[in-house]
């Protein structure tokens, strides 16, 4: 007996030790509950990237970007005589300004610019007067694009770079007229000057004015005799040998195709289309319509310069 009462404290305190342990362990961690979602927050719209402002002075591939003031371009375009019919192309077109005027005019205008973003540029401007279909721009190099068909070719340039592209606008079509923005052309003397006077220019206001001349450097037979020429751009000396002796050539003048001189005292004037002279003598000096044909080819030295 008294060894069973010994073992039922024993029991009891093992079931309340056993107890207590149990109540004396920490409680499971409840289970984190997942956060409500965030709304997705909207990225930021992309800034529209600010479009290209040119600065006075800026530097291009051959001449800094100084523009003409509109004054002066719409003086350049009249002593051109531009016209419905002519298709202008000017070299180094910058912000587009004289495209686009010639395009309000209603002439088909073309322009050659080395910077892209100037070509971008120009293109929106012309979009904003509303004339892109008649004036276009292209990214190119002057001095080795293609103007050959043009009528009418304007440039604000330097010098010596205008000098530089002197050969090639000699080989233009005789009749193109060509305005330039304040340089010349060396020996080249100009048919005309014009000054800007507006309020908007204060230096480098003047532009100058020239008709690219027939090529007739050579000896051409003529009813009266034979012609020999000397050219010098659009003036030529020369003598015009007939029956009565040799006379010396005065005054002559090339002024696109048209042709006219003095010799003997009788005036001649006529047009010269490649290789045929229709020459025809001053009414005053019994007129007459003198067919020539070039007798022997003289190279063109002044042609090339």
């Known amino acids: 007996m008294s060894g069973s009462f010994r073992r039922v404290p024993l029991l ?47 530097p291009g591939k051959d001449v800094i970007w100084v523009p003409t003031p509109q004054d002066l371009v719409d003086k350049m375009l009249d002593i051109a005589g531009l016209r419905p019919g002519d298709y202008l192309i000017d070299l180094g077109s910058g912000d587009g300004r004289t495209v686009i005027t010639a395009a309000k005019r209603g002439v088909r205008a073309l322009g050659i610019e080395y910077n892209p ?17 008649l004036a276009t721009f292209v990214r190119g190099d ?25 050969p090639t606008i000699l080989r233009l079509r005789p009749g193109t007229r060509v305005v330039s923005h304040s340089f010349h052309m060396d020996e080249w003397e100009p048919d005309g000057t014009i000054g800007g006077n ?77 290789r045929r002279m229709s020459v025809t003598v001053d009414p005053a000096a019994k007129a007459e319509t003198a067919p020539a044909e070039r007798a022997a080819q003289v190279p063109a030295k002044n042609q090339a310069r």
């Open 12 to 58: 009891l305190t093992a079931l309340v030790l056993s107890s207590g342990l149990a109540l004396a362990q920490p409680a499971a961690p409840e289970a984190a509950k997942p956060e409500s979602a965030k709304p997705a927050q909207a990225a930021p719209a992309a800034k529209k990237p600010a479009e290209f402002e040119p600065e006075v002075g800026q």
């Open 117 to 133: 973003n100037m070509v971008a540029l120009s293109q929106r401007n012309a979009e904003k007067e509303g004339v892109s279909k």
């Open 142 to 166: 002057i001095f080795r694009s293609d103007f050959s068909k043009a009528t009418v070719v304007t440039m604000y340039l330097l010098p010596q770079i205008n000098v530089k592209l002197r």
């Open 198 to 274: 507006g309020n908007d220019c204060e230096r480098f206001c003047s532009a100058y004015f020239w008709v690219v001349p027939a090529r007739v450097n050579g000896t051409w037979r003529i009813r009266q005799g034979t012609l020999s020429v000397k050219q010098e751009f659009q003036t030529f000396t020369g003598t015009l040998r007939t029956r009565d002796g040799t006379h010396k050539v005065e005054n002559g003048r090339l002024r696109g195709e048209a042709i006219s001189f003095t010799a003997g005292g009788t005036k001649y004037s006529g047009t010269v289309k490649g």
